[in-house]
């Protein structure tokens, strides 16, 4: 059957949201971090964007969580951008694995 | 609830450009690199969006992800990194954990949307043709207190920004 359901976008939807994950986890540079959390809160978008046309689609609510989403992803990567220019101009790197303030 | 063979196409042909750059996102060694499959990847998604019905998330997806996001992350990059940019982008030790622990939450993922009754959830209604109208709306009545915690939250990040992106020294320099 050659049709386009939810559970497409779903799919679609995890497998960005693991790609995501499997880059904040595993890369070496803090800016290559930042990018993976846009592409999780990418797939987070589709999600709601999908769920507001296939369960409700006359009240928009997954419309609007992913214009809060999108508003608050642009603020994070404002300050996530100022944080990592803020600590290369200390330590002269954005190698996560040089980053051990907190260490004894 | 029947789609047309173009929609059919078109999912998938955006599904499969929307994966594949952000597969190379992950696995690009320079970090320039990594940013331009990520605009590939905002833009195919706005396309998934018209798809879905939601053109005003569309042109939102294009300005501010594809437009704003992906200049800053390229500012951002060109300040902080000096030497070439070869080798910028690579993977740190834990590559086998993060794999593994991404398959697990694929797993559960899989799990937890195998029980899930999908077909029941599904609504019979369609998308208005007009959303913008519906969701100016929306946002100035219903959602105005989180409307407007968001223009606050955004005017303390720009404030935010600025003062730890700042640089001390060359601050003091201009005042002399």
Known sequence: ?104 | METSIYAVVAFYGLAATILGAATMVVFMRNIVHSVLFLAITFIAMAGLFLSLDADFIAAVQVLVYAGAVCIMIVLGIMVIQRTDMNETNLFNKQIMAGAGLTALTVAFGAIFAGRTAWVELVAADAVPANTVDAIGALLLSKYVIPFEVAALLLLVALVGAIVLARDEEVQANADN
């Open chain 1, 1 to 104: 059957m050659l049709t386009i359901s939810l559970t497409h976008y779903v799919v679609l939807s995890a497998l960005l949201f693991s790609i995501g994950l499997f880059g904040v986890l595993t890369k070496r540079n803090a800016v290559a971090v930042l990018i993976c959390i846009e592409l999780m809160l990418n797939a987070v978008n589709i999600n709601l964007v999908a769920f507001s046309k296939y369960i409700t689609p006359l009240d928009f609510t997954g419309q609007i969580f992913s214009i809060f989403v999108i508003t608050v992803a642009a603020a994070e990567v404002g300050v996530g951008l100022a944080i990592i220019i803020a600590i290369y101009r200390n330590r002269l790197t954005v190698d996560l694995d040089n980053f051990d303030w907190l260490k004894w």
